[in-house]
T-cell receptor, first 115, second 116 residues
């Protein structure tokens, strides 16, 4: 079965520019997550979707970050405008449902460098 | 404060030697416990998890972990390390709030290097 797909794999932008990341979850997975992993840290949850609705976005910096999951499948995460501290790997994960027993499957991530 | 701690940032072991990676948590109620591995250029992969029951949990790739309530620990072990085990390992928890649960919270990770 195909895994979680993410693109692009790498992105370099200047501060104050905007950027968007795309995620295609595993087919049939209702729950989709976006994580931010800063160098030397573990991943931190930014937003969780259940189908096309937001379950938890409490740690999403809403003044500059936005995310959507139209039609409950693919998702995009956008940063506008980017700051230096946004340099990180952005991981997308999906699971069959949002129970603790539903394993999260992670994509390879998008490495963002803000200069 | 609630936290999950991995005391070792970087560990180097010789191939064939045994391995133990430490994880401690600080939560009021025992959280759900996980270990993930992240290899270069690859996504995070679940090695094993503990929800309840037998405190020694077997996972994939020959890994096991032991839950010790008295020490608030969930250490990962492998009896004989292979060069392909070189990666970063993350302990993670899902807080247990009785009738509800929180989201996955990761430790800072332990990078494992393997000497030939």
């Amino acid at each position: 079965e195909a895994g979680v797909a993410q693109s692009p794999r790498y992105k370099i932008i200047e501060k104050r520019q905007s950027v968007a990341f795309w995620c295609n979850p595993i087919s049939g997975h209702a729950t989709l997550y976006w994580y931010q992993q800063i160098l030397g840290q573990g991943p931190k949850l930014l937003i969780q979707f259940q189908n096309n609705g937001v379950v938890d976005d409490s740690q999403l910096p809403k003044d500059r970050f936005s995310a959507e999951r139209l039609k409950g499948v693919d998702s995009t995460l956008k940063i506008q405008p980017a700051k230096l501290e946004d340099s990180a790997v952005y991981l997308c994960a999906s699971s069959l449902d949002r129970g603790v027993w539903d394993e999260q499957y992670f994509g390879p991530g998008t490495r963002l460098t803000v200069t | 404060a609630q936290s999950v701690t991995q005391p070792d940032i970087h560990i180097t072991v010789s191939e064939g030697a045994s391995l133990e990676l430490r994880c401690n948590y600080s939560y009021g109620a025992t959280p759900y416990l996980f270990w993930y591995v992240q290899s270069p250029g690859q996504g995070l992969q679940l090695l094993l998890k503990y929800f309840s029951g037998d405190t020694l949990v077997q996972g994939i790739k020959g890994f096991e972990a032991e839950f010790k309530r008295s020490q608030s620990s969930f250490n990962l072990r492998k009896p004989s390390v292979h060069w392909s085990d070189a990666a970063e390992y993350f302990c993670a928890v899902v807080p247990n709030y009785g009738g509800s649960q929180g989201n996955l919270i990761f430790g800072k990770g332990t990078k494992l290097s393997v000497k030939p």
